[in-house]
């Protein structure tokens, strides 16, 4: 799967907040995790990730199916709202998460409001991370170069 990494928060957190503004090159497919085991295989499905694609890419609009879309819970739910700028530009994303429910917004439009324990019971057996009431934050790099910036994250208590 090409040349794929990730960085995560060595704190576990349950409900969060998460503020990130992140810019990226040409054809970027990456992402960012969110109550994630420490893992190196499958932090998207053992874990949760909403998804960051250059969707002005011809290829990847190709290639890339609705719930793998910029702003998509990845392969479970594509985004509310195409959202994309082109590459270069500074986004921002918000992702909050309390109990169940997550709300994800993208340069101030929601793409996701979710619980995720109310996908079907075919989609959580793929996707255990659904179900994770906690995990590591974190940031993917693949394949193409990404930037982070502003990072922030606040417990909810």
């Known amino acids: ?9 060595e704190r576990v957190f349950d409900d969060f907040e998460l503020e990130v503004e992140f ?6 497919n990456s992402g960012v995790f969110f109550r994630t085991p420490l893992v190196k295989k499958s932090p998207a ?26 702003g998509a819970l990845y392969t479970v739910a594509p985004p509310a709202v195409d959202i994309a700028k082109k590459p270069g530009q500074w986004h921002r994303m918000k992702v909050r998460c309390v109990g169940s429910h997550c709300q994800v917004s993208i340069n101030q439009q929601v ?13 959580k057996e793929s996707h255990p991370g659904l179900l ?23 417990e909810i208590r």
């Not at 810019?23 to 970027?28: H, L, M, N, S, V």
């Not at 994770?132 to 606040?154: A, N, P, W």
Request: with cysteine; glycine share 6%; charged share 30%.
């Open 1 to 9: 799967q090409g040349n794929a990494s990730w960085i995560a928060h």
């Open 23 to 28: 810019r990226f090159e040409a054809g970027c």
């Open 45 to 70: 499905y053992l874990g949760n990730e909403i998804q960051i694609a250059d969707m002005s890419d011809a290829a990847l609009q190709e290639k890339l199916t609705p719930d793998r879309h910029m």
């Open 111 to 123: 793409v996701q409001d979710v619980d995720l324990t109310e996908f079907s019971d075919e989609v």
């Open 132 to 154: 994770r009431q906690d995990g590591h934050i974190g940031l993917q790099s693949k394949d193409v170069r990404i930037e982070f910036r502003r990072i922030r994250i606040r």
